[in-house]
Each structure stands twice: as C-alpha cells, then as structure tokens.
C-alpha cells in the first residue's frame, strides 16, 4: 500500500540496499589492497634470517674493516663444541684464544647480526610495493604492534624486503633506524641499518644466507661508538 509520501516501503527500503552493496565493495576493496602478493607470500614462507637448522657452515666476521675472526659452526657436535675458530686476524689462533671463542659461542649460538627479525613479526596490512619489474619486487613493511611491544627495537625499525619473483625467495632485507633512539638509559642509538642477502632455493636445499653488513652510530653514556660488521656464510653442507 503506498504511502503518504507516495512511495512503498520496498521502495523506500531500496536506497539502503544499495549503501550496503557499496559497503561491501569498499570492504573488498580495502581487503584487496592489503592482502600479501602472491610472490611474497611463498617468499616468507621459505625465509629465515638465520642459517638454517642441520647445516654446517663457516662463518667470517670483519669488524670495522681490520679484526677478522674465520669459524666453523657444526650441528652435529656437542652445544659447548659446535663453533671452531679457524682463523684469527689472518693466523692460526692459539689454544686460549679458540677456548674463549667457543665458550662466547656457546653461550650465544645465534650469528644473525643486531636488529634480525622473525618472519611472523611482520604486519601483513603493512606491506606496501615499492618497485617492481619482471625480475624482482621490492616491499616495504612495519612489524606487528605485538612484536614491537616484545621486542621494543622493532618499533624503531623499518624493513624493506627484496624479492625474486621467478624463484619466490627474499634475496636481501634491510632494516633501519627510522630515528634516534635510547634503548636503555645511557645508549643513544644513531644510526643503525642492517642488510642480509641470501641464496636462491634448489632442488638440494634452502635458500641460504650469503652476507650481512651492519653500520651502527651512536653513544654509550659519554663515549661515541661507531662499528661496521660484515658477515660472510661459505660451505654449507647439510647434516643428517
């Protein structure tokens, strides 16, 4: 029965339905625009920022261009005897130097550089493409509010990610210090950026850490502090 406007109320009724409709394209829209590409996606399923577990490798360390520490890292060994200093400085270490050395590694087994990641902590709303060609894609991301909150660090860092898309894998990440910050009372913290380049997945195994660089400025209580580490991953073989 019209009424007394002069319309039913299916009609009237009708310009609801269509705002809904137009919500639900917008919230589509919306979820569209943040969902995770495809190549990204199978890139972080197979990434690490670690060397993967089972894998014997040698490891190389220069700090600040001069001191440099050539080790060996063995899965299959006992804990206190997976790291073996090979080379320090250029010369065969002697025996009290590699004891040290192993017992620092014992106690702190991971070799990822300063500010590393897990793959988890990344915001999947966050990511936003950079650049790309038929090759590669690069990606900008911010890591989720819980991981920023366990690990405050996160909070200050920006992460963009490198990947092939040919051969779905992250080839480089960097992260870095979007602004000055104190992490405990008495270190100001600069300047920080870390990059870390790994190897494309085979048929044979994972993709693999190649080398990571890390720059760091900044000050510890009254002293500056300025350090440059570069990390070097060779000889891989798996261990059963």
């Not at 996606?41 to 001191?67: I, M, Q």
């Not at 106690?107 to 999947?124: C, H």
């Amino acid at each position: 029965m019209p009424s007394s406007t002069g319309s039913s109320p299916a009609s009237r009724r009708h310009p609801f339905r269509i705002l809904l409709g137009a919500l639900s394209l917008l919230v589509a829209a919306a979820s569209g625009t943040a969902a995770v590409p495809d190549c990204l996606r199978e890139a972080l399923g197979k990434f690490s920022t670690e060397a993967p577990a089972g894998w014997a490798y040698t490891l190389t360390t220069v700090r600040n261009g001069k001191d440099r520490a050539t080790a060996r890292f063995d899965p299959a060994k006992p804990p206190a005897g997976r790291w073996t200093l090979l080379q320090l400085n250029g010369r065969a270490p002697n025996a009290k130097e590699a004891s040290q050395y192993a017992q620092v590694r014992a106690a702190n087994n991971s070799a990822a550089p300063q500010g590393t990641f897990q793959k988890g902590d990344i915001e999947p709303a966050s990511v936003e493409l950079l650049r790309e060609d038929a090759e590669r894609a690069e990606f900008r991301c911010a890591f989720r509010a819980e991981a920023a909150s366990s690990d405050k660090m996160l909070g200050h860092l920006a992460l963009r990610l490198m990947v092939n898309k040919r051969s779905p894998h992250v080839e480089k990440f960097t992260l870095e210090l979007t602004a000055p910050y104190s992490p405990v009372l008495g270190v100001k913290m600069r300047e920080l950026r870390v990059e870390m380049s790994f190897t494309a997945p085979s048929s044979t195994g994972p993709s693999l850490p190649v080398a990571s660089t890390s720059h760091f400025l900044g000050r510890i209580f009254l002293i500056g502090v300025e350090e440059d580490l570069a990390l070097t991953y060779s000889d891989f073989a798996k261990r059963e």
